[in-house]
Each structure stands twice: as C-alpha cells, then as structure tokens.
C-alpha cells in the first residue's frame, strides 16, 4: 500500500498539489478535510451543539459518507457545497478536536485506504498519527498573507481581512487542541509554496515520490 501524507494549514495548496499530484501518480485522492466537514455538516442539520462531545462521537459514527468523485455524500445527500459554506466552516474546528470524532475517522481513512490501495491523503495529521508508515510525508506550508489571499480568491464574496481572521483562528485551534494536533511530522519533507508555482511544488512531489519507489 502507497500513501503519500500531506498536512500544513488550511490554504497551504493541500488540495490542489493533492489533487495534481494524484493525478501525476495514478493514485485515488482523499481530502480528510472534507471529512470532517462532512461530520460538522450532518450535526448542524440534525441540531447537534458541536461542543456536545458525546452526541458529536454519535453523529461521526453513524454518519454514511462517500467521498467518490469529488461529490461529498452525507446520508445520501449531496453536501458538496454546504460543507464548504461558512457555517461548517466556523463549526468544523470544535468538531475536529473532539477526540471520538477523530478515533472513528482515522478509522475509516485507514479502512479507505486499505481499499483503495493507498493514495495521496491530506489533512492535518496524516503523517503524524494516521499513516505514519507512509512512502513520503510532505508538510506543506506558506505565508499566513499568502493563504488569506488564496483564500480570499477562492470565494469572492469574503473580504480578505475576513478570511484572514478566521484562518488565524483555525490555525490556532488546529495547532493548539490536544488530539493530533497540526505538527510538523518526523521525517517529512517542508515546502514552503508561498513563492512556488503549483507546477514547481509538483515536479518537486514527484521527484521525491520517484526517489522513494
Ligand atoms: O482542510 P480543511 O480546511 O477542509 O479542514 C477542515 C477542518 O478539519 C480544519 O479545521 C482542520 C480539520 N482537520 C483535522 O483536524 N484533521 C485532518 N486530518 C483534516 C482536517
């Protein structure tokens, strides 16, 4: 089994270099990002508080979840852009340091990957705590100006001081919460994409990838 870990903070390039680098390798992508929005997404819609630890626990192991295809299907509906709306986003770091929610997903991100015969797999604490075993572990990084500029592109309609207050605050939660904490992982390879173009960051993946194989 091939896993390729990417973690760094939100607006780091994860997604896309996850996404390109998949794509260049011929390996499945999972962003376990989406998961744990997708776990935020369901306790709103069913009124769970997502301080409520217990209840939140409840809510990521019942939930069904697909990830196939870049759709993000939450007990057959489809949440791909709800998950991603402000809403989850301000309730999705309280949900990510609830240590229940975070055993039930490492679960299901091994199982998926045992099924899909590893792949590229981001997130936070995927070379860390997850697969600390992996073929290579990147940690990517940049600015924080930089990612509330990506960010702030991304979704047009919020104002960049705005992004950029909240990525400082999910950083904060992220880096500080007591469960797999967002850390440089042993072994893992830095780069800083604040001046690299997603090419750049690609061919330097691949050729660390080609190294290791
Ligand atoms: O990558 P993202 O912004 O979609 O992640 C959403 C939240 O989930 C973010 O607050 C960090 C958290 N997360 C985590 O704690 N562990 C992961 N493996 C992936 C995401």
């Not at 769970?48 to 990521?60: L, N, R």
């Not at 402000?86 to 199982?111: G, H, I, K, W, Y």
């Not at 001081?161 to 990525?167: G, H, I, S, T, W």
């Not at 850390?183 to 990838?209: F, I, Q, S």
Request: proline content about 4%; hydrophobic content about 40%; cysteine-free.
């Amino acid at each position: 089994m091939r896993v390729i870990a990417i973690d760094g903070p939100a607006g780091s390039g994860k997604s896309t270099v996850g996404r390109g680098l998949a794509d260049r390798l011929g390996l499945t992508y999972l962003d376990t990002g989406a998961m744990y929005r997708a776990v935020a997404f369901a306790a709103i819609r069913g009124g769970v508080d997502p301080t409520d630890s217990e209840p939140i626990g409840e809510v990521a192991r019942s939930i069904e979840l697909s990830l196939d295809g870049g759709r993000v299907v939450v007990d057959g509906s489809d949440a791909t852009i709800e998950i991603r709306g402000p809403e989850v986003s301000r309730a999705v770091s309280l949900v990510a340091a609830n240590p229940e929610v975070r055993e039930e997903l490492r679960t299901r991100q091994r199982l998926w990957a045992a099924e899909h015969g590893g792949g590229v797999i981001e997130g936070r604490d995927i070379g860390s705590v997850v697969f600390p075993d992996a073929v290579l572990k990147v940690y990517l990084t940049a600015d924080p100006a930089e990612r509330a500029r990506r960010r702030a592109d991304e979704m047009s309609e919020l104002e960049y001081e705005r992004v950029a207050a909240d990525l400082a605050r999910r950083d904060a939660l992220d880096q500080g919460r007591d469960d797999s904490p967002l850390v440089e992982p042993d072994g893992a390879v830095t780069v800083d994409t604040t001046a690299m173009t997603v090419d750049e960051v690609l061919e330097l993946l691949v050729r660390l990838v080609e190294e290791r194989s």
